[in-house]
């Protein structure tokens, strides 16, 4: 199974609200990533989880708050966004491995709409 | 630091057609090179990988070779189909980007035409 899941697939949001992207895989990766893609350009990075701890934030604003509960889940936590913060929010997941090759594996995203 | 470069977009060929779309890059060191695929509104997909000099990653009849003395890693493919028709993004990850990041290029649109 080489799948990544995103719930929810879309989500319309206002400025004063609170949700949460979901993103799962069972693919016995260590590494999770948090990416946003806006229209016609390729994804840029904002975290990465190693081992379930956060090793890598793109300096990305405190609105966003990512979250990995266990090997499994990762989850991004949202409040207060912008109408520039809509986006296509890709997570994905690879091993771990130091200065090897390896793949990341995307899931389909979350379409995301700050109205 | 590191960067991809691909070929301008969009790309619009006939069914059956000859594909290469260019793809270059700056590293030092010795990246691994990807070739990802993105469907309309879809997340990104593993295309094909090198990761050493002169490996040939391949996979769907879409083919790449890592070529260290041009750095390079051209996608091909002999014959195109409609269903080909999607965003294609080269990308590396290397010493310099540590193990978990990857640099992508700009992404080529590719349309098929029937």
């Known amino acids: 199974d080489t799948e990544v899941t995103q719930t929810p697939k879309h989500l319309v949001m206002g400025m004063t609200n609170k949700k949460s992207l979901k993103c799962e895989q069972h693919?016995?990766?260590?590494?999770m990533y948090w990416y946003k893609q806006k229209a016609k350009k390729p994804p840029e990075l904002m975290f990465v989880y190693s081992y379930e701890k956060l090793s890598i934030n793109e300096s990305v604003p405190s609105r966003f708050s990512p979250e990995c509960p266990n090997s499994s889940l990762l989850n991004l936590h949202l409040h207060a966004l912008q109408p520039e913060d809509s986006a296509l929010y890709l997570c994905a997941s690879s091993q771990v491995t130091d200065f090897s090759s390896y793949e990341q594996y995307f899931g389909p995203g979350t379409r995301l709409t700050v109205t | 630091g590191d960067s991809v470069t691909q070929m301008e977009g969009p790309v619009t060929l006939s069914e059956e057609a000859f594909l290469t779309i260019n793809c270059t890059y700056t590293?030092?060191?010795?990246?691994?090179l990807f070739w990802y695929v993105q469907y309309p509104g879809e997340g990104l997909q593993l295309l094909l990988k090198?990761?050493?000099?002169?490996d040939k990653g391949s996979n769907k009849g879409f083919e790449a070779t890592y070529r260290k003395e041009t750095t390079s890693f051209h996608l091909e493919k002999g014959s195109v189909q409609v269903s080909d028709s999607a965003v294609y993004f080269c990308?590396?990850?290397?010493?310099?980007?540590?193990?978990?990041?990857?640099?992508f290029g700009q992404g080529t649109r590719l349309t098929i035409n029937p």
């Open positions: 590293a030092t060191g010795y990246p691994s």
């Open positions: 693919m016995g990766h260590r590494a």
């Open positions: 090198a990761t050493k000099a002169d």
């Open positions: 990308a590396l990850s290397g010493p310099n980007q540590g193990a978990q990041k990857l640099v």
